[in-house]
């Protein structure tokens, strides 16, 4: 996706799409920034080549081979952790920042004897095909190490030592004394800047040498452009060169002393930055490791006191004071007499005065005369840095040296046939700060070089695999930078060599070397002249972009020589030392010193010998990448790693690689990446002629006439080729897909159906089963209460028809009965009537016959006194006497009359009140023990007379109607029954029934003891002992016995005994089976006392037979009734 922002270095960033809505896209970009991209936005988006997705080992097989593809294949490669990828024989480096798991032994063993691309990139693999390709092809290697700073040059450089010493391992003294070289180069050479905090300020070329076994023999270590400028200045939050630091640090306090030394900020030199101290770094303890190093590689003690005190020298001078003077009008200073100048001059071993005067003034010699003028403070201080900048540049040349004296061994004219060597240029990239100058301008032109070798290199590789692919590669073109390099130091009246001309002419100035630059230059397309006269700057297009240089102080940075008055001082010393430094100085005339080559002169001339050596060899490149600015681990800046990416040159690469056949496949690789296209083609493994297969799916798909060619093992494609085979590969294997989706979809759709068929015939089997199960159980309910409806209905039926014809036949039974007793009460109602109002007319009859022979009476007593008063009186008064006491008697016997109808009134009511109320008890709801009252009431009164003891009990009606007949009797005492309804009641009269059967003298009359002999006879003595008993029980019952004792106890709980129980227990069970066989066995008259004396029946044998049954009855209802109860 390209955001189309216009800024230098921002390229389209990989995005993934998440959502199309409404004809907008929105995307999720690799950073995880949302953007919707409307369609007329539409060519924001391109499709990502598949081999960006997740990203390749190797960035030559990228479709997408331009900036963004390449970035983001390093940006998701970094993600995992994945530091290295190739770019055909380039190694990209990204700094991890942080320490991977990558180097152990295990990997380097991993990594030893493989090709490249056999195991995933690394720096021990490219370490790896150095050693080996030199061992095999007896060839010399290099390995060019480029980035920026803090990019992890210095440390790849370290790594790959490491690997070869591992490699080539002997763990010879010559290997240790190698690999000991970089703490010292490091101390000296190394120091933190805001971009690294162990920033190497010079560029190194190590070539180490190895012996025809491949061991380590020896190396050789050339320095570029150190820069000296540190040791004066230093920016913000940066420092000096770490030696400075880990001396101070690290010494004793006595050594300390005797140079004079305290802490780093008293020095301006060390304190310039605010920054004494590194964070991860321990400055004591990298001293102690510096001096052993200093051991291994044979630096003697003498020369270490030496160093460190040429080193506390330039820290004194650093803190050396200046006062201004003016002396002739002349601009001058003076050094305040200081303790710093004092010791400072003593480790320099001068006198302080020339010292002084050395610094303060300039011996200039005009004709023959030396002529000694005063420096301006600001002279001065430039003379002071100078001398120090000069004191340590060659301090770090004579230590550089020192080490190559210690691990060079020249070779032997016999050995350097076989003696081998692998060189690490580990050099500073391309540079483009905000102010450029002389040493960027340096810098810069080393890379040129460096590039111009790159390009060439990789163009010869192509070269070289067209050639062995038999492949026509004429047409192919590629710019490199050799007009650029033509512009800086090649052609006559080159920028370097005006420079350097104008470096040695003595009116030469900066605005007249830019005079001179412009016009020779300005027609150059690859030089920018300033835009005015005033301005100081001028362009360079160098291959990685334009970078403008500042002419400011570019000659005597050039010039980099030191006053004479300097080396006469360092002439003057006796301090061997830095005599032995300044040597070649001191050696030279000051004329010849004129001469002596200026810096870029001298570094022109170094890096056309390491060119030279370089182009003897073979050659690989790592290109270390810093992924932020912060040294911070996995954060990524795009803009940043555009912009290394672009300076490494990389895109070189690419754009000779697209300038001939950008895309190509090993013939396996395009037979089983497009044998899809041509259907019937078999993989590549069953293939015979592989290269004819390409050729056919070649020219299937791109037609014969296209421009691709087919090599010996691969094929050769330009981009369009590549993408329509992809477009075409897509759009086949996208049919392959939808067909094998259609048939897994298929097939999986169809046993999904399956499963989900035979689940649900099972389910509706099992459901209609239950509901089956559940009809048929309703049903037979239903069947069943249909048939029991039925039935009953039936039953009912019948019931009803059977209860109907009951009903009819009682009815008509009852009718029958109804009208029989109806006829019979009629006729007796009729006779009672009969009886009644004959005998109310009898009594009537009676008593008006009985008033009628009253008045007659009285009539005739009126007439007798009447008679008698006639003799006493006059006839009338007699007559009105006796009519008057005949009137009292009529009114008397009126009154008699009337109170007799009162009594008659009275009793009648009475009669009427009784039997309403033996209607009422009629009705009563039966109680037992009134009726057992009711039954036995009579017992109780010995003088009530029979028949007269109340109402008698059920089952006793026939004597009720007795005792009615009784009634009637009385009735009948006034109003004699017809004769044939009277019967003869005599018979069943008790006295009469006692005097008949009772034995001995015993009467009907109940007696309160105990019986000595039972009322009737029996021949069984059982009878009479049970007769006796019954009798005991009787009196008990009465209350006239006490209750034996424990039915006394049964009866205390409440417990009500029915008295019949009490009888059979009384009895006992003998007694009761005998009273049933007494009963089974017919006509024997052994009836119990008891109901002899209940029954009052005669001695008739059917009669007692028929009364034992109803006290058997009796004792059953009794039974139930207390039940019941
Ligand atoms: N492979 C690595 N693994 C872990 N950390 C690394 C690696 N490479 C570099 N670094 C880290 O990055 C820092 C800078 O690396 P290095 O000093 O090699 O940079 P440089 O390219 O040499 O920079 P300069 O040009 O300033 O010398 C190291 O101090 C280290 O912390
Ligand atoms: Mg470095």
Redesign the pocket.
């Known amino acids: 996706m390209d955001l189309k922002t216009g800024r230098e270095f921002d390229v389209p960033i990989g995005a993934v799409v998440k959502l199309c809505d409404s004809g907008q896209i929105q995307v999720v970009d690799d950073e995880g920034n949302e953007h919707w991209i409307s369609p007329q936005n539409a060519s924001h988006i391109k499709p990502m080549h598949p081999t960006s997705i997740h990203g390749v080992e190797d960035m030559i097989r990228l479709g997408d081979l331009n900036e963004a593809g390449i970035l983001r294949n390093l940006l998701i490669r970094y993600r995992e952790h994945l530091?290295y990828t190739y770019t055909g024989s380039i190694l990209v480096?990204v700094?991890?920042?942080?320490?991977?798991p990558i180097?152990s032994p295990e990997q380097i063993r991993l990594y030893t004897n493989k090709k490249i691309g056999e195991m995933p990139p690394h720096?021990f693999a490219i370490a790896d095909n150095c050693y080996f390709n030199m061992q095999r092809n007896n060839k010399d290697q290099c390995c060019i190490?480029s980035?920026?700073?803090?990019?992890?040059?210095?440390?790849?450089?370290?790594?790959i030592l490491q690997f070869l010493a591992a490699i080539s391992g002997q763990h010879s003294w010559i290997e240790q004394q190698v690999l000991e070289a970089n703490p010292i180069l490091e101390a000296f050479g190394?120091a933190k800047?805001i971009?690294?905090?162990?920033?190497?300020?010079f560029g190194k070329y190590i070539d180490i040498h190895f012996n025809k076994r491949g061991a380590i023999e020896g190396a050789k270590i050339e320095q570029y452009l150190l820069e000296k400028s540190r040791v004066c200045r230093q920016a913000q939050d940066e420092r000096n060169y770490h030696v400075f630091y880990c001396m101070l640090r690290g010494m004793t306090l006595e050594q300390k002393k005797k140079l004079g030394l305290g802490k780093a900020t008293d020095y301006n030199y060390l304190a310039m930055g605010n920054c004494t101290t590194c964070d991860?770094r321990d400055d004591s303890k990298e001293y102690a490791n510096i001096r052993s190093a200093m051991k291994v590689l044979m630096f003697t003690d003498t020369e270490n006191w030496e160093i460190s005190k040429l080193l506390a020298a330039i820290l004194h001078m650093g803190n050396l004071q200046y006062e201004a003077r003016t002396y002739d009008n002349l601009d001058a200073c003076e050094v305040v007499q200081s303790a710093s100048l004092i010791t400072a001059a003593s480790l320099l071993e001068v006198e302080p005065q020339d010292v002084m005067n050395c610094l303060t003034s300039r011996t200039i010699i005009t004709r023959g005369e030396t002529v000694s003028t005063p420096l301006s403070m600001e002279q001065a201080l430039d003379v002071r840095d100078a001398f120090v900048k000069g004191i340590y540049g060659r301090l770090f040349v004579w230590i550089v040296e020192k080490i190559n004296a210690a691990i060079y061994r020249p070779p032997s004219q016999e050995l350097k046939s076989i003696r081998r060597s692998i060189g690490l240029l580990?050099i500073?990239?391309f540079e483009n700060f905000t102010v450029n100058s002389f040493e960027q301008l340096c810098i810069n032109f080393a890379n040129e070089n460096l590039q111009q070798f790159f390009v060439r290199h990789v163009f010869k590789l192509e070269q070289e695999e067209y050639n062995l692919e038999n492949i026509n590669w004429q047409h192919i073109e590629f710019t490199d930078n050799q007009d650029a390099l033509d512009m800086i130091a090649i052609k006559p009246m080159n920028i370097i060599s005006l420079i350097d001309e104008e470096s040695k002419f003595p009116k030469g100035t900066d605005a007249t070397m830019l005079h001179k630059l412009n016009s020779q230059h300005k027609l150059n397309t690859n030089y920018i002249p300033p835009k005015n006269n005033y301005e100081t700057q001028f362009g360079i297009n160098h291959f990685a972009g334009i970078v403008y240089y500042e002419t400011k102080g570019f000659l005597e940075k050039n010039r980099d020589t030191l006053h004479g008055d300097i080396i006469q001082l360092v002439h003057s010393s006796k301090n061997k030392f830095i005599k032995q430094i300044f040597q070649a100085d001191v050696a030279m005339g000051a004329e010849t010193r004129k001469r002596s080559p200026t810096l870029s002169s001298q570094f022109k001339r170094s890096l056309e010998l390491l060119m030279r050596t370089l182009s003897v060899c073979q050659p690989f490149f790592v290109r270390?990448i810093?992924p932020n600015e912060y040294?911070k681990p996995m954060l990524f800046d795009r803009e940043l790693c555009v912009r290394q990416l672009r300076y490494s040159g990389m895109m070189e690469t690419i754009r000779i690689r697209r300038a001939g056949y950008p895309i190509r496949y090993t013939f396996v690789e395009f037979v089983d990446r497009y044998r899809v296209l041509m259907p019937g083609v078999k993989p590549a493994y069953k293939q015979g002629d592989l290269r004819g297969t390409c050729q056919r799916i070649a020219e299937a798909v791109l037609g014969k006439d296209d421009d691709w060619q087919i090599g010996k093992t691969k094929i050769f494609l330009k981009d369009h080729h590549d993408m329509l085979l992809e477009i075409e590969r897509d759009k086949a294997i996208t049919d392959k897909v939808i067909l094998i989706q259609k048939v897994v979809r298929g097939f999986k759709d169809r046993s999904n159906f399956l499963k989900v068929r035979n689940s649900v015939l099972m389910i509706q089997r099992y459901w209609r089963g239950h509901n089956c199960r559940k009809n048929y159980g309703a049903m037979r309910i239903g069947f069943l209460r249909l048939q029991a409806l039925y039935r009953s209905r039936k039953l009912h039926k019948q019931y009803h028809m059977a209860r109907r014809r009951i009903i009819e036949f009682q009815a008509r039974c009852r009718g029958y009965l109804v009208r029989r007793a109806f006829r019979h009460r009629l006729w007796a109602v009729l006779t009672v009537q009969a009886y009644a109002r004959g005998m109310i007319a009898r009594r009537l009859y009676k008593r008006l016959r009985g008033e009628y022979h009253r008045r007659l009476e009285a009539e005739k007593l009126r007439l007798a006194e009447e008679e008698r008063l006639r003799k006493e009186m006059s006839a009338k008064k007699a007559k009105e006497e006796a009519e008057k006491k005949h009137q009292v008697r009529l009114a008397q016997l009126a009154r008699e009359d009337a109170e007799r109808e009162v009594k008659e009134k009275e009793e009648a009511r009475r009669k009427k009140e009784l039997l309403e109320k033996m209607e009422k008890a009629r009705n009563e709801p039966v109680n037992d023990s009134e009726m057992v009252d009711k039954m036995f009431g009579f017992l109780g009164t010995t003088s009530s007379l029979p028949g007269q003891e109340g109402q008698a009990p059920n089952g006793f009606e026939d004597l009720e109607q007795a005792q009615k007949e009784l009634e009637e009797e009385d009735l009948d005492a006034a109003l004699p029954l017809p004769e044939e309804e009277e019967e003869d009641l005599s018979e069943y009269k008790f006295a009469k029934f006692a005097a008949t059967y009772f034995q001995g003298t015993t009467t009907h009359t109940y007696i309160r003891r105990p019986l000595k002999q039972p009322l009737l006879y029996h021949e069984d003595e059982g009878d009479q002992l049970a007769a006796l008993a019954v009798w005991i029980t009787i009196l008990r019952f009465m209350g006239d016995l006490p209750e034996p004792k424990y039915h006394t106890a049964m009866s205390d709980g409440g417990e009500k005994i029915p008295v019949m129980t009490k009888i059979y227990e009384t009895l006992g069970k003998k007694t009761y089976k005998k009273e049933l066989q007494a009963l089974q066995g017919e006509g024997e008259v052994t009836a119990a006392a008891v109901k002899e004396t209940l029954t009052h029946i005669d001695g008739h044998k059917k009669n007692s037979v028929r009364h034992k049954l109803v006290s058997l009855t009796l004792k059953k209802k009794s039974k139930l009734t207390e039940e019941t109860t």
Do not use: H, M, V
Request: charged share 25%.
């Open positions: 530091i480096a700094n991890p920042y942080q320490l991977l180097y720096i190490i980035g920026e700073s803090g990019a992890g040059k210095t440390e790849s450089t370290k790594l190394n800047t971009r690294n905090d162990n920033s190497s300020r991860g580990d500073f990239g270390c810093k040294k």
